[in-house]
């Protein structure tokens, strides 16, 4: 079968070590082409996969044959390449958040439509085992009624991470638009909308900017949520946890209290009411015990969803969803009330 030809946009980090190094993974995919605004950067990742045409305007890559691209470059451009990309007939896979208002997460809805292509959004927190366990325990009745839950995702900052370092574009509003929620809070909310099945009504967030000397963008966040059926929980976010990353999920049933990812040696504890617990290795957080990453599972399943024309589990709906939670964080913080979503 004629391999799926894919170009991607933004050669920075979660393009070199999540999109091209899954896409090489996958023995569907031929990786056509990259580009970034800089040269030298898009050479050097192409070389390392492979890749031997190199662009610096999305445009020129997108007069390419590819049948599909990834969007990795700063939030701020996530809707006009995607839209641009959606247009040119290109199946799009775009990092989170999609967008940095519900109007260009609109104008992307509209432009995937209008095109019958394929538009995902890429919240890789579904795919995790521990999440889709929990998801399951919750539908098939197992925990009981649901009263609460807390998760956060939280660690010391991007610059580790960042091609830029510390001069990265996450901490500059033009350019990030949201700092730590869009970066991770983004990935909690779409996370508990997925476990619990239920659309969040209400918000309230206090945000602020304390750790990052160098950031014009949030970096630490707490909000308050409450879900359709009146489940009240909470969330942080943080580019301030020094030492280990936090990325647990709790959530408190009417049978006893669910714990994900917030253990090193097991991925799923569950307290139950009778004083028993059961606990579950189902695999780190998209790494290794060697402390490597191994495969998120989003581009796989980008992949399997245009070869089967089947829509993906994070449809630009679903991506917007989850940024209209943080839109009405900021609002919350901004107006000090609680926000309707």
Not at 164 to 183: C, L, P, V, Y
Not at 184 to 207: F, N, P, Q, S, W
Request: glycine share 8%; proline share 2%.
């Amino acid at each position: 079968m004629e391999k799926l030809k894919v170009g991607v946009i933004g050669t920075g980090s979660i393009a070199k070590h999540r999109h091209l190094a899954e896409y090489r993974a996958n023995d569907q995919v031929e990786i056509v082409a990259v580009c970034d605004i800089n040269e030298a950067r898009a050479k050097e990742v192409g070389a390392l996969f492979g890749v031997t045409k190199t662009f610096t305007d999305y445009h020129d890559l997108l007069k390419e044959d590819v049948d599909a691209v990834s969007v990795c470059t700063p939030n701020y451009l996530h809707a006009p390449i995607s839209i641009a990309a959606l247009k040119a007939g290109k199946h799009v896979l775009c990092e989170k958040p999609m967008a940095t208002s519900e109007e260009e997460a609109n104008a992307m809805i509209a432009a995937a439509e209008k095109s019958g292509k394929t538009l995902m959004i890429g919240h890789n927190q579904r795919f995790v085992a521990s999440h889709q366990q929990a998801k399951d325990w919750i539908a098939t009745g197992k925990l009981g009624k649901v009263y609460s839950f807390r998760t956060a995702f939280g660690h010391p900052g991007p610059e580790a991470w960042s091609a830029d370092g510390d001069r990265s574009w996450f901490f500059k509003k033009e350019e990030a638009f949201i700092g730590a929620m869009g970066d991770l809070g983004v990935h909690k909310t779409d996370l508990v909308r997925y476990i619990l099945g239920e659309e969040m009504v209400e918000v309230a967030a206090m945000v602020e900017t304390s750790a990052k000397k160098n950031a014009d963008v949030d970096d630490n966040a707490v909000l308050i949520l409450k879900t359709e059926s009146g489940i009240i929980g909470t969330l942080a976010t943080s580019w301030s946890y020094n030492g280990n990353e936090d990325n647990s999920t709790v959530i408190y049933a009417e049978n006893g209290v669910l714990r994900l990812e917030d253990n090193k040696d097991f991925s799923v504890i569950y307290h139950k009411n009778d004083g028993t617990t059961e606990t579950f290795s189902l695999g780190k957080i998209q790494s290794n015990e060697e402390g490597g990453q191994v495969s998120t599972g989003v581009i796989d399943h980008f992949v399997d969803s245009i070869l089967t024309g089947k829509a993906p589990l994070i449809t630009g709906e679903e991506g917007k969803k989850s940024l209209l939670v943080i839109l009405g964080a900021i609002a919350s913080n901004e107006t000090k009330q609680i926000v309707k979503l």
